[in-house]
């Protein structure tokens, strides 16, 4: 399984961007998958992910209403359309795959074992 996210740059506070990972080597029906973002000093966290079934989704606290995770399993693309971003938001972002059986309740705590590179998101005040 191969990842390739991009889509990053800097933007102004309030500004949109789209975050787009191509995943290849796999059929992305049956896999789960996952935007994650670090932050310098921070640890690692979930921020938006899609789980295999339908209407699985799980955003967090902080992104709710401004974040959208997306996925194309025709193109086996996976989107994170991100609007009125913070100057919170500044981190570097990962996608992740993962086509294990998880029944959980929140499907960023799956403990994915795809993962591709970053690409870094600048929010300016």
């Known amino acids: 399984v191969q990842l390739q996210a991009s889509g990053g740059g800097l933007v102004q506070a309030g500004g949109s961007l789209r975050l787009s990972c191509a995943v290849s080597?796999?059929?992305?029906?049956?896999?789960?998958v996952g935007w994650f973002r670090q932050a310098p000093g921070k640890e690692r966290e979930g921020v938006a992910c899609?789980?295999?079934?339908?209407?699985?989704?799980y955003y967090a606290d902080s992104v709710k209403g401004r974040f959208t995770v997306s996925r194309d399993n025709v193109k086996n693309m996976v989107y994170l359309q991100m609007n009125s971003l913070k100057p919170e938001d500044t981190a570097v972002y990962y996608c992740?795959?993962?086509?294990?059986?998880?029944?959980?309740?929140?499907?960023?705590?799956?403990?994915?074992?795809?993962w591709g590179q970053g690409t870094q998101v600048t929010v300016s005040s």
């Open positions: 899609s789980g295999s079934v339908e209407g699985n989704t």
């Open positions: 080597g796999v059929t992305l029906d049956y896999y789960h």
């Open positions: 992740a795959a993962d086509g294990r059986v998880y029944s959980g309740p929140n499907v960023c705590q799956f403990d994915y074992e795809n």
